[in-house]
């Protein structure tokens, strides 16, 4: 009984064992997790508040009545180009009215054409302005130019004005040549005292509105200017105090290299030398510019740092706004993305990963890093150039992973030439 017992033990130990290494890789392929490697974008970002430094002018506009904008913020304006027109009472669109009828009128006679129609004319070219100024607010509301919306709207009304006004001169009696030339005379003398015109007193770009800022910055800082004067510039620039812009004013922007001074934390106090290139983005529009370092000052608070950034192009409605939210795109790598567990590391310094073939076996594939973040790490595509384990070190050029192959993301589990599915 005893010596079966013994003689048994051999055998149950050889089949335990048999049974062991052959569950062995069930067991292993129970917890190998596997990813695709996908073409992607690694950045690595900073938020940073940006600040715009404009070289501008500001000038008042007469308070004395309403203001009908011949061209619109953001527009280049040559020096004495006409800017607006200041309408200091009701009386003259009604003015302008009746002399674009005489005018009408009058061109009607010279050509010999028939009286009757002028009015109908008239009330034709008012219908066209005012389908153009609908246009045009659905413009403004759609991009949230709401001023310019607000703007055209009282065109429009004084549009619909105005064709009242044609409708009763058609019933007015007929006048000679000589009776619509005084009346015309006597129309324009009255003009010139209703009318004032806004022309620019420089070439430039208008923006309209003040902040109190438009004097307050360098635009070019040295040592010669005032630091903590302009710490607490910046300070109160990134308030909400001077976010409505104060109306009564318009401003001249004077074409230049556009600068924007960055309110950043410390993680970009040592990243740039100066004359150093940089990209910045708005997330709001997508828009990436290029910039150039200039300097760094310290912050109001000792918290944060102030880099002056000198741009090659202008952000979106830089003629009007002061403040963005902004992004420094510190790195960006593009190539397959991987988790950052499979990628492996050999005593020479080689990286590689345990790729999947067709027949599912695990295949340690050479692979180079571009960067990494906490969770995934990119990898260059096509062949590459490393050091083979042998004595003499000798390099060589081999492929690597491509796009979709299946990697192993826990790899330490995992010996090579096993079978994974």
């Not at 073409?39 to 004395?64: C, F, H, M, N, W």
């Not at 050091?387 to 995992?414: C, F, H, K, L, S």
Request: glycine share 6%; net charge negative; charged share 25%.
């Amino acid at each position: 009984m005893v010596i079966g017992i013994v003689a048994a033990v051999p055998i149950i130990l050889v089949i335990g064992l048999y049974i062991f290494f052959r569950m062995s890789p069930l067991i292993s392929q129970i917890k190998v997790e596997v990813m695709l490697a996908e073409y992607g974008t690694l950045e690595e970002t900073i938020p940073v508040k940006g600040i715009v430094v404009r070289q501008e002018s500001l000038y008042p506009i007469p308070a004395d009545g309403s203001v009908r904008w011949t061209i619109q913020a953001g527009q280049k304006t040559a020096k004495q180009q006409k800017l607006a027109e200041i309408l200091v009472s009701d009386e003259d669109q009604s003015l302008l009215l009746q002399q674009q009828l005489i005018a009408m009128r009058l061109e009607t006679l010279a050509s010999g054409g028939d009286l009757s129609v002028y009015s109908l004319e008239a009330m034709q070219e008012i219908d066209q302005q005012m389908t153009y100024l609908m246009t045009d607010i659905r413009h403004n509301v759609k991009n949230e130019q709401y001023e310019l919306a607000f703007q055209n709207q009282q065109m429009l009304q004084e549009m619909a004005e105005q064709k009242q006004l044609v409708s009763v001169h058609q019933h007015l009696p007929e006048m000679s040549v000589e009776e619509l030339e005084q009346q015309q005379d006597l129309i324009e003398n009255q003009l010139n005292h209703l009318t004032h015109e806004v022309r620019a007193p420089e070439a430039g770009i208008l923006g309209i509105g003040s902040d109190g800022l438009e004097e307050g910055f360098p635009l070019i800082y040295s040592d010669e200017e005032n630091p903590e004067l302009i710490k607490q510039i910046i300070k109160y620039a990134m308030s909400d105090d001077h976010l409505e812009p104060e109306a009564g004013y318009y401003r001249i922007i004077q074409e230049h290299r556009w600068h924007l001074y960055l309110v950043a934390g410390e993680e970009l106090s040592e990243a740039y030398e100066p004359d150093q290139r940089l990209m910045i983005r708005d997330p709001a529009t997508g828009k990436e510019v290029r910039g150039r370092f200039v300097t760094q000052l310290a912050s109001p608070d000792n918290e944060e740092i102030i880099l002056l950034i000198e741009l090659n192009e202008e952000l979106a409605e830089w003629y009007q706004k002061r403040q963005y939210s902004l992004e420094v795109i510190r790195q960006r790598q593009e190539g397959l993305i991987i988790s950052k567990t499979a990628v492996m590391v050999d005593e020479l310094g080689n990286q590689s990963v345990f790729r999947l073939d067709v027949n599912g076996y695990a295949v340690r594939t050479p692979v180079r890093e571009l960067g990494r973040n906490e969770s995934v790490a990119v990898l260059s595509m096509g062949p590459l150039t490393v050091t083979m384990a042998d004595a003499e070190g000798d390099e060589q050029q081999v492929q690597t992973i491509r796009q979709y192959d299946e990697i192993v993301t826990n790899p330490e589990i995992v010996i090579e030439g096993q079978r994974i599915r």
